[in-house]
């Protein structure tokens, strides 16, 4: 359904939001939120802790105060119970990862003017660029590892993993370090995040249970049957057409019994809701002029185009949804609910 605006309040609005959200990023930045969940102080000795000019702190704390993040006792400063729970850093639902993205959400945007025009070349994004994105958003797999656990019981047994487009590796590490009997492979095309995400899995000890390997996901060739592919936000980098053939080269690598786990932002059919799939469509275009988010039925389409089945949706948090599907070649009989 689409939204209708009504007066000039939802101009304010926006710039409030705005404000709203770069104050919050600054909070997250320069620590201030971690420091007050340890020291609920004053800003006189936020600023003197943390070598900060006093003339910044106080209205920031008044601020986050009055938008309510930060509870007030006196002169007193702490954080309320939702700022506690999800932009403290050491907490184990913290997200204000999501908020830091905004570091890579708004480089596409900068250079709008020239991207709009055919006169101009549209620039791919940078290696560069998709490590920062990686980066940001790889604490996610913390929140979204146990809702696959749960959904997908044979994860918790002895299964191989490849991980399409791992980044950081974020979700196979994740996998691994729940299930000591996992096993798994990570695939992506910059060499850079592989490396990282070899040096994480060795720090954690993973590294005879897990592996990474450059390569180009289109040119990718593995010999053996797995239990289980992931492929996390890597459809919407990619046409219709190319998921197609990406999907058709991996139907082969997984057993008759085995899922093909999607993660993916989806929007719905009339392609104007949710808002944040939406927006998040102009964000993926702006990167590349074949990026887009998907429908779900787009998405059915390409797993029975590529000799897949689907078998379940579910959305896990705004902007993530998990599609599973097996191959084709089970039998009714034989496939198991999901």
Known sequence: MVIK?????????LTEHFLEIWSVYMGIKLDLFDY??????????????????IELVKPWCETMWACG?????????????????????????????????????YLPFLSFNNKFKKTE???????????????????????????????IPLLKMKPFVLDIGCGLGAYLITLAERNTKLRGLGIDKEYFLVQRAEEIARSRGLQDRIRFLQMDLLEFEFSEEVDCILISNVLQAFSMETNIQLLSQLSSNLKDDGYLIIL????????VSPKYGILFNMYLRMESLNARTYTLSEIKLMLEKSSFRFLSHKSIITG???????????????????
């Open 36 to 53: 007050l969940q340890k020291h609920p102080g004053t800003p006189a000795e936020l600023a003197e802790n943390l070598n900060y000019r």
């Open 121 to 151: 070349p549209f620039l791919p994004y940078s290696s560069q660029h998709m490590i920062d994105i990686a980066t940001v958003i790889a604490p996610i797999a913390k929140f979204v590892v146990p809702f696959l656990f749960n959904e």
């Open 69 to 105: 993040y930060l509870n007030k006792k006196d002169e007193t400063y702490s954080l309320t119970r939702w700022s506690k729970n999800f932009l403290w850093k050491e907490s184990p639902t913290y997200l204000g990862f999501i908020i830091q993205s905004i570091e890579t959400q």
């Open 5 to 13: 605006l009504k007066g000039i309040e939802h101009i304010f609005h």
């Open 264 to 271: 993916e932002c989806l929007i719905d059919e009339s392609r």
């Open 320 to 338: 993530l949804d998990l599609i599973v599907a097996q191959s084709l070649k089970i039998s009714d009989e034989r496939r198991p609910n999901c």
